[in-house]
C-alpha cells in the first residue's frame, strides 16, 4: 500500500508533469530507451493482469511484457508524438495520449500492476512527482504492484557540477 502525507493534486496544479512534452515530441521519431526491465520482479504476477505502462514512450517495454505472456496491457504517454510511434509499431497494442497528466481516465483501484520506467526523472518538480505516484496509487487495486524504475544520480565530478550549477538556476537538485 501507497501512502502519502499529500493528497494528490488537481491536473491544472501539475503543469510540471507535461513540461518535457515539447521535447518527447521532437524525440519521438529518433529516441532509442534501452532502460533495462527486469522480469524475475514479476514472476508471480497473473500473465492476465491488468498492466499499465505510465510514460509508456514508442511501447518497449509493453513489447517486452508481450513477449513473456501479459495480455492485458495498456499504455500512457504525455507525448503525442510517442504514442504516435508506438501506435505504429505495436498496432495491436492499447495506447493512448494523456491530456491532463498526471489524472488517468481509470476508475479507483483497476489496475494490478504499473510500471513507471524513467518518468520521475522526467518529472522536475517534487510536488508534481508526489501528485503522479499519488494518482498511480489511486488506479492500483489493493497488493497490486507499483514497478518503479529510474536513473539514478551519478557520483563522478563532472555530473556533480552539472548538478549543482542547475539547482542554483531551477531550485532544485
Not at 14 to 42: I, V
Not at 80 to 94: C, F, I, K, T
Request: with cysteine; glycine share 8%; aromatic share 8%.
Amino acid at each position: 500500500m501507497i501512502t502519502f502525507a499529500e493528497p494528490p493534486m488537481e491536473a491544472s496544479a501539475m503543469s510540471d508533469l507535461d513540461s518535457q512534452t515539447a521535447y518527447w515530441d521532437a524525440a519521438a521519431t529518433r529516441k532509442t530507451f534501452t532502460h533495462p526491465l527486469h522480469l524475475p520482479w514479476l514472476d508471480g504476477i497473473d500473465r492476465s493482469a491488468v498492466v499499465l505502462d505510465y510514460g509508456c514512450g514508442y511501447g518497449r517495454t509493453m513489447e517486452a511484457l508481450g513477449q513473456h505472456g501479459f495480455d492485458n496491457l495498456s499504455g500512457v504517454d504525455t507525448s503525442s508524438g510517442m504514442v504516435a510511434r508506438s501506435r505504429e509499431l505495436h498496432p495491436s497494442m492499447r495506447f493512448a495520449v494523456l491530456d491532463a497528466p498526471p489524472a488517468l481516465p481509470r476508475p479507483d483501484a483497476s489496475v494490478d500492476l504499473v510500471i513507471l520506467f524513467a518518468v520521475l526523472t522526467c518529472i522536475p518538480g517534487d510536488k508534481a512527482q508526489r501528485g503522479l505516484i499519488g494518482e498511480l496509487s489511486r488506479v492500483l487495486k489493493p497488493g497490486g504492484m507499483l514497478y518503479v524504475s529510474d536513473l539514478l544520480l551519478q557520483e563522478d565530478e563532472r555530473n556533480r557540477d552539472r548538478y549543482a550549477r542547475f539547482a542554483d538556476h531551477y531550485g532544485s537538485y
